[in-house]
Structure formats: structure tokens, C-alpha cells
């Protein structure tokens, strides 16, 4: 198909547009002998990233450069949001395609379109009225969070923990409001993939996850360092700090970098006098217990219809981690059955973090009074001393 029209700078341009399929091997190997200006691939999720790969390097080949034209050459990739973990979804997060090779990163830029039930939807003045509430209307929460709502796709491997509890419309806000007074209670999980989640219990009662922090392959001390204190500087420079984690902390060493009680309470405590800084260790590691601390309140609503528990969506792994990545998983050779624990991944962490620090929030041992900065930690900080609990 050819298409002519001139640009707003009045330049006439005429472009040919080739239609190919890419459902055999025949028509990738077609495709993959064009000489072409740009490629835009339609629903990109169903094509592999690397067939993507290849396109990309049939761009830039017409009309030669040699004939002294200077353009533009690339891929325009449209796609409903593909399975999270996926090529795809590796690649619009800029996460490497192959694990620890950051050369293997794409270099792309992604823009992703609002919730058709958002304010901010788009396009909507070309679709016939009450379009996306239509389209929502009999469907399974999984088809509106992807063909409504824009989210990427749950993972279908295992079975999700949360996969009958946590909704994510209802659980997640964009830009949380932190009180800049009252203590923030840090869930942790330690080990050699140490994670943190950062939440609050606000005036009104309700448990907001405001800021996460995930570690690879690195000890506790190292963590604090490159991980948890830029988070603490930023949000959190003058509220007082509740470390929450696994009871046995006490009796186990993360390689050489100490235990993690002993590195917390070194930085954060020992360090900071005054501060009101404590670290505790939680009342169970019971994994039972843990995962009932999230999936009661999950499954309850205050009686004004308002979630009792919402996330930041800063806390995007431990989110996709509620939504589908923390899982059991299938016991090979076993039909449909699964585990008795979850799976340990790189999500499963996070969201034991988020659980130790919730069952210590919610719980009755939790008392924001006792958690106050003093007068010397006005001296050494830069904001004044507050009542933590009344906010002024």
C-alpha cells in the first residue's frame, strides 16, 4: 500500500507499507530478507523478542545511506500487556533478557496507556460512550486488570498464594501520602536476597506500603549501604523506624556480613541515639501465620466499603509478587498438585518482608508511643522533635 502526504513542515512524503504475517517459519525467514525504512509490529506480545531482534536489524536499510538520506529507523511495538516475568515484559521494565547480562538489556522507550475506567484514559472521544465499563461487565478480574485496566498479565505457573484475596484495583494507589512524623514500621526478610518493605499506620488506621527495597546476592551490611539508606534519606529522614523480621535473626549469620539484628541495630539504632529507631524481631516465622497476616485483611473491607491495607505503587515487586509471583508450584510428575510452600524467587522476599512487618503492624504489640524521637535527635537531624502519635 502506498501513502502520500505532506508534513507540517510542508515536505511531501510518499511511504509503501508492506503487510506480512509472522505465523510460519517461511514468513519470518520473508520477512527477515526485506530491506526496509522502520517496522511496526502489532500485537508484539504473541511475536519472541528475538524474531523482534532480527526485525530491528532489516531497518535502517532503505533507501540507502550511501544515496545521502539521513532519517529516523526503528520499531514501533504495540501490544495488550504481556505475562509478567515474560521476554516482554523483561523488556518494557529494561530488565536484562538473560539473568546477570546487563548487556542483554534492550534499549527502548515504553509508554503504557492509562485504565479506560481512569480519569486519564485516552481515546476515549473515539469509542462508542461507556466502552471500557461495557467491556468489563461479565468478566473475570484477570481479562479487565489486562484489557481494561492496562496491567501486565498474571503469571500462569503455579498457583498464587493471594490469587482469591488481594484485588489489585482496590489495594494500590499512585503516590501514598507519607507522614512525615509518625513511625515507619520496616517488614524485612534477611539472608543473601535481603528485602524490605516500608509501611505506616496512619491517623485514620489504615496500613499503607509506601516504599519496598530488594537485594540480590549481597549481604545485609551491603544492603543497608546501596539499598535501604538512599530509601531512608529520601522519604524518611525524620521519622522514627521500626525494623520487623524473622525471630531466629539472633542465631543466624548472612555470610560474612554478620546477622541482620546485629547490622540493624549497629546502623540504625546504636548509631542514631535519640532517634527512636528500634528493631525488633516478630512474634512468629510460622509461615501459616505469616501469610493469614495478609490474607485476612485482604479479604475484609471497612465497613465504608475502603480497603483497610493499600500499596504504593512504588512497591511494584512486592505488588506483581501478591498479584501472581508468589506461588506454589506444581510437583512434577504429580497431577494439579502443588507444594506446601511457596516457591523462593525473587518476589517471594519482598512479600515475606511486607508479611513480617503487617503482622507486627496489625498487631496488638504495636504502639506508635512508643516509638518517639528526643531531644537530642533534633540536635542531630534536621527536622524538629514531633509527638510521633498526635502529629504535633
Known sequence: ??????????????????????????????VLSLEISNAWVEEAREVPVELLSHIEGRTGRYPSQARGFRYRSGIIYTTNPPEIDSDHYKLLEHLPQEEDNENSIIDVAVFKQPSGLSLEAENIENLRPNYYEDLAKGKKRDFIDVYVHGLYAKSMSGKPVYETSFQYDRRTKKDLRIDPKLPVIIGVDGARNPAMVFMQVGHDGKLRKLREACGFDMGMRTFIQQKCDPIVNTWFRNNPLVFVGDPSWTRRGDGDDNSTFKELKNHYVTKRQGSGNKVRAARTNDPISRINALDEPFRNLWPDGEPGIEYDLECRLCVEG???????????????????????????????????????????????????????????????????????
Open 322 to 392: 501478591l498479584r501472581s509471583k508468589y506461588r506454589y508450584v506444581r510437583i512434577k510428575g504429580a497431577t494439579g498438585a502443588l507444594k506446601d510452600a511457596p516457591e523462593k524467587n525473587k518476589w517471594s522476599h519482598v512479600v515475606e518482608a511486607d508479611q513480617y512487618g503487617t503482622l507486627f503492624a496489625l498487631g496488638k504489640e504495636y504502639n506508635p508511643d512508643d516509638y518517639r524521637r528526643t531531644e537530642r535527635a533534633k540536635v542531630q537531624r534536621s527536622a524538629p522533635a514531633a509527638d510521633t502519635y498526635a502529629g504535633y
Open 1 to 30: 500500500m502506498r501513502f502520500a502526504f505532506t508534513s507540517g513542515e510542508g515536505h511531501k512524503i510518499e511511504s509503501d507499507w508492506l503487510f506480512r504475517s509472522l505465523d510460519t517459519p517461511e514468513d519470518v525467514q520473508r
